[in-house]
């Protein structure tokens, strides 16, 4: 299986928390001079970061973008939590999390993935044919990342529950690593990972997540930052939204850029750019629909005593004001 470096890592991100009553300035007057984003090598926020997408949308208002590159989450996290970043993307399981931690941050807005991306992947001449074959197996994941959550739900449908099997937490390249040298068994793991995988002989998709698990993921600010900004978020989104509408409208483009930025072989990125469902361009404020599948999985992520505390998360939600 091909190997990923840890700063070729699609792992996702996290963050949360602090209720707050925000007030939407207008759009055209900045209310700072320098907008701290976080991301990883890929995604829309690559493809914004690589066209100075943003630079050029806000460089009229005299502000500023600067980057810092991010393997992981929970250092992401850490950083919007503190103030140290502004805004940056997450995944759904992660800004549990970080809700429960107490981070200063909100979730601000959403995009949507592809099921068909998250996968529970084992050798191809594994035993395991079934999930139910699943049980008393090393299967891993990172603890709190969206495959955490596509675990839990791959093994009901199978029968089985977490305590069946023997939970190994690995991030993404050591997981890889593991996966190959066969240390595990089965591995809960995204695009592009599962994409490689169903390139490779040697390992075969167990099953998708596809109509188990909704791909939710977010966008998350800085509490402080979103109450003061809600005019640069609006853009922010509508820039965003802008880039990716253009790049899945032209892949033979998309394609080769993107596959510079991550390091992922071009037949590989094209496959995750067109899963069922994926779309670069669908970005925007964050929905009553993706608030309560987060409240779902926050209820049930509690009852399983995977989080220490009860969440609600419209405590944690940014909303623009009606202008």
Partial sequence: ????????????????????????????????TTIRI???????????KAEGALEKRFAAKGVTITWSEFSSGPPLLEALGAGALDFGPT????????????????????????????????????PIKTIADLKGKKLAFKRGSSAHNVAVKVLRKGGLSLTDVTLVDLAPPDAAAAFKNGSIDAWSIWDPYTAVAEADPQTRVL???????????????????????GGLILEIFDELAQVGKRAQANLDKTVPALSAITGVPEDITRKTLQRTGFNLGDVGTISDQAIAYQQALADEFFELKIIPKKLTITDVVWRPKAS
């Fill in 1 to 32: 299986m091909t190997d990923f470096s840890r700063r070729q890592t699609l792992a996702l991100f996290g963050g949360a928390v602090v209720a707050s009553t925000l007030t939407l300035p207008g759009i055209t007057r900045a209310a700072t």
């Fill in 38 to 48: 976080g991301w990883q090598k890929g995604g829309v926020l690559a493809l914004a």
């Fill in 91 to 126: 995944g759904d399981v992660p800004p549990l999390f970080a809700q429960a931690a107490r981070g200063n941050l909100v979730y601000a807005g959403t995009y949507k993935g592809s099921s068909e991306g998250s996968a529970i992947l084992v050798k191809a001449d594994s």
């Fill in 207 to 229: 099953t998708t997540a596809q109509g188990i698990v909704d791909s939710w993921s977010y966008f998350l600010a800085n509490g402080d930052f979103a109450k003061e900004n």
